[in-house]
């Protein structure tokens, strides 16, 4: 696995999102947790076990560049908002 097999993956469609996001909005972001781990190991060659979750983190400097971030995702992505699991 690598990064091109990651974002042409099941992770392609939630990964563009964000992608589109930040670059529209010019904000750093970091990959971080399982997927990011998963591309580190794939390239020095180990394999590990695949997740389907991924977990981002954004350096908003103020609350409002946040709150860019969650109505951007909810009105030009139609990405909605969640609390807790879901089924």
């Known amino acids: ?11 392609k469609e939630v990964l563009a999102t964000l992608q589109d996001a930040f670059a529209d909005l ?3 972001y970091f ?3 399982a997927v990011a781990r998963d591309i580190w190991f794939a390239d020095s060659g180990k394999t590990t076990r695949r997740t389907k979750d ?3 983190a954004i350096y908003a ?5 946040y ?3 969650k109505k951007y995702l909810k009105e030009k992505k139609e990405n909605k908002e969640t609390r807790g699991k879901r089924k």
């Open 67 to 69: 709150q860019a971030v």
């Open 54 to 56: 991924i977990d981002f």
């Open 26 to 28: 010019d904000i750093d």
């Open 61 to 65: 400097g103020t609350r409002e560049e």
């Open 1 to 11: 696995m690598n990064w091109n097999s990651i974002i042409q993956g099941e992770l």
């Open 31 to 33: 990959l971080i947790g």
